[in-house]
Nanobody
Framework: QVQLVESGGGLVQPGGSLRLSCAASGLTFSMYLMSWYRQVPGKERESVARISSAGDTTTYLASVKGRFIISRDNAKNTVYLQMNSLKFEDTAVYYC?????????WGQGTQVTVSS
């Protein structure tokens, strides 16, 4: 079955960095659009970044543009989110999503907490 497993979350001070990873299995990873979303309690899940199947096109939420970088390694079936200059408001559970032709898979999420 399809599995998406996120890792790399944790506690970081404002201005710090984290790199999230999402390892995929059970699907032809290189065919899927991959995305990172985040959610805080009481709010809707929002799209943070996405990357095309070939990795040549990326899109970012305006508030993270210039601070976050999404990348993928199709040989390792993994998508990454490098998060720099973290702010308090980046605190959330971060999820990765794989999608193709209306089919969507989600990971279980990893907590990122930005706190001093």
């Amino acid at each position: 079955q399809v599995q998406l497993v996120e890792s790399g979350g944790g506690l970081v001070q404002p201005g710090g960095s984290l790199r999230l990873s999402c390892a995929a299995s059970g699907l032809t990873f290189s065919m899927y659009l991959m995305s990172w979303y985040r959610q805080v309690p009481g709010k809707e899940r929002e799209s943070v970044a996405r990357i095309s199947s070939a990795g040549d096109t990326t899109t970012y939420l305006a508030s993270v543009k210039g601070r976050f970088i999404i990348s993928r390694d199709n040989a390792k079936n993994t998508v990454y989110l490098q998060m720099n200059s973290l702010k308090f408001e980046d605190t959330a559970v971060y999820y990765c999503k794989a999608s193709i032709a209306g089919v969507t898979y989600w990971g279980q999420g990893t907590q990122v907490t930005v706190s001093s």
